[in-house]
């Protein structure tokens, strides 16, 4: 092998997930905002030694992979999809037939449904490669007492775990030589009964090297496991924005005669509506007040002045949406909102779970990372003389130090 060779990702994204259940398949699932093989792919780009990536896909996901790869559009190391076959290998066959056309002296072969590769893993097998190693698996060594037990749970006999792996992926290999393994298999018909690729190219008698990887390199397959892997997303982002901020915004808008008014991004018929500039959503405004105060970043005035036109009528979901989006451009995260809503009327009980679930979906949190609440003024002031509704909120958001 040359000493700096050509190194392709192949990523194997055509399965139908059958063993987690209903729903779109595994890797096109959402892990923290984003799907699986998004996730996945910004890996493998990420890694300076990979040239060239092709995946895998089923001919009917062609819609979700376009979704799924468009943050990476203009990536030209990201090749066409490459159309798959029913059976694990014939898609990976399908793979190396295609990057064959660009003739790399390497592939790394990886499943879309481990996200959580890490870059040193793929580069370790890429420098085993470019070392003179044929072929190189990724796996973790075992450390658990293994049993082998029967039909019926009763322990058979205990396996000694010495030398014993779990493979994983990536698993690299010198191109022609698993182009080749792949087609003889192919030709000799028990192609589908090989689980893994260090399985076929081990069948051709080629000597397979086994490379720790961490742990948490897991394959998302059932339910617990995107569970769990959701729960690891949130720790890491938390983790890394240890700077609590909390803000809090005030917000009230005059009624007047009207068929309605919109509280929460809620529109809620009744006999007089808000007055204001855009749509007058006091929840919703005094949220972004929050949010900017936590931010030390001006105020929801400062930002949309009500002499711009381009705010008359406007849902306020753009205020909201626009004060979640700084905190993300300061790599921050918004932890909780919390509103209060106090009028007279119209009553709000019966819209505060739709509210809360508006309000999760503008910011892009968790509903229970939303509280909203109401109260009247006890018929004093200028709320409880109907004159106006206000609102007030708190909102704890998370930056990075
Ligand atoms: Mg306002």
């Known amino acids: 092998m040359p000493r700096s060779p050509t190194v392709a990702a192949l990523i194997v994204a055509g399965g139908r997930g059958r063993r987690a259940g209903e729903g779109v398949a595994k890797q096109y699932r959402d892990l923290g905002g984003r799907p699986v093989l998004a996730r996945t792919l910004e890996r493998f780009l990420d890694a300076a030694a ?42 990976v066959l399908a793979g190396l037939e295609t990057l064959a056309g660009i003739a790399p002296d390497a592939v790394l072969i990886h499943d879309a449904v481990r996200p959580f590769v890490g870059r040193a893993t793929i580069e370790a097998v890429a420098t085993a490669l470019a070392g003179g190693d044929d072929a190189v698996c990724a796996g973790v060594p075992i450390v658990d007492t293994i049993k082998r037990a029967d039909a019926g749970g009763r322990i058979a006999e205990t396996v000694p775990r010495d030398g014993l792996w779990r493979a994983a992926t990536p698993q690299g290999f010198a191109f022609a030589a698993i182009l080749a393994a792949h087609r003889a298999a192919a030709t000799r018909g028990d192609h589908a009964a090989f689980t893994d690729d260090a399985a076929v190219f081990a069948a051709t008698g080629g000597t397979v090297r086994m490379l720790a990887c961490p742990e948490d390199n897991v394959k998302l397959t059932t339910p617990e496991d995107f569970a769990a892997a959701e729960q690891r997303l949130l720790r890491d982002a938390f983790a890394a ?16 005669p009207g068929d309605g008014v919109t509280l929460g991004g809620v529109f809620i018929a009744h006999d007089r509506r808000l007055k204001g500039h855009s749509d007058a959503d006091v929840a919703l405004h005094a949220l972004t007040d929050a949010i900017l105060g936590a931010l030390g970043d001006g105020d929801i005035g400062a930002h949309f002045p009500p002499s711009d036109m381009r705010w008359r009528g406007a849902a306020s979901a753009v205020f909201l949406a626009d004060a979640v989006r700084r905190v993300a451009a300061r790599g921050g995260l918004v932890a909780h909102l919390d509103v209060q809503i106090v009028a007279e009327e119209p009553k709000i009980g019966p819209h505060r779970a739709a509210m809360r679930a508006e309000i999760a979906r503008i910011a892009g949190v968790a509903l229970d ?10 018929r004093i002031g200028f709320v409880g003389r109907g004159e106006g509704i206000a609102a007030l909120a708190t909102a704890t958001i998370r930056l990075p130090l």
């Open 369 to 378: 990372r939303v509280g909203v609440k109401a109260t009247t003024n006890e």
């Open 241 to 256: 924005c240890p700077d609590v901020r909390v803000g809090t915004g005030y917000d009230v808008h005059v009624l007047e």
């Open 50 to 91: 990979v040239a060239a990536i092709a995946v895998v896909i089923h001919p009917d996901d062609a819609e979700l992979y376009a979704a799924a790869a468009a943050p990476f559009a203009g990536d030209a190391r990201l090749l066409p999809p490459v159309h798959g076959g029913p059976e694990r290998q014939q898609s």
